[in-house]
């Protein structure tokens, strides 16, 4: 070893006074034993309520294409299903303390892309109006497309989740739900429907409007 050589890095090389080379291939560890950052991302990617949030991402092709084939009763089960694994998922990341950041990134990603898919598939088939599904992703490509452009700008903007943007979740999914259920088994739903899009219509426009003044306050004077 040459000498005047930092003894820490001598030391990390596995020269070290006392220590063996480490061997080819081997995992680095933390002082206190445990395995390093390269370790630690495999265990983060295929924790519990990662596999079942990639599941619910995967299931959205399948839901498309019920749709487009008027399979909307099947349609109706597996978004369902997708719902119920979206609870799984987040009690199963409390209960294990199996919390990640991968996981709060696929997690919203795979609702909205199976929320976003159903609403314009349903408005393909004439079960939702058109109008309706192009205000539900105009609003979404909004709020990303405000973003970027803030992070271009230097500014990081605080993401929080507002009232209105939860309720305006919460009416979408009643309402995808009850036009595949409605359409799926021929139910007459009466005044439920109408009322259900004047709802999402309405908090739709809110929420867009509140994250918009969110940010505007939040440009640079």
């Known amino acids: 070893m040459p000498e005047g050589l930092d003894p820490r890095i001598r030391g990390s090389l596995g020269g070290g006074p006392g220590r063996p080379p480490a061997p080819s291939g081997a995992v680095p560890a933390t002082p206190g034993g445990s395995p390093g950052p390269a370790a630690g991302a495999g265990s983060a990617l295929f924790t519990l309520p990662n596999i079942i949030t990639l599941a619910r991402l995967c299931a959205v092709p399948g839901v498309v294409w019920l749709i487009i084939q008027h399979?909307?009763?099947?349609?109706?089960l597996l978004f369902v299903g997708a719902g119920l694994s979206d609870a799984a998922d987040g009690w199963l990341a409390r209960v294990r303390d199996a919390r990640s950041f991968l996981g709060a990134i696929l997690d919203p990603v795979a609702d909205k892309a199976l929320l976003v898919s159903v609403y314009v598939t349903l408005a393909i088939i004439g079960v939702l109006p058109d109008w309706l599904?192009?205000?539900v992703v105009f609003r979404d490509l909004l709020i990303v497309g405000g973003l970027l452009v803030l992070a271009l700008m230097g500014t990081r903007p605080a993401i929080r989740p507002l009232l209105v943007s939860k309720l305006n979740t919460l009416m979408q999914?009643?309402?995808a739900a009850a036009a595949l259920l409605l359409a799926g088994f021929g139910l007459d739903g009466g005044p439920l429907l109408p009322a259900l899009i004047g709802l999402v219509t309405g908090t739709t426009v809110a929420s867009g409007a509140a994250y918009v003044r969110d940010?505007?306050?939040?440009l640079p004077a």
């Open 173 to 175: 999914i009643a309402l």
């Open 71 to 76: 399979r909307l009763d099947l349609a109706f």
């Open 133 to 135: 599904a192009i205000l």
């Open 215 to 218: 940010a505007a306050r939040g």
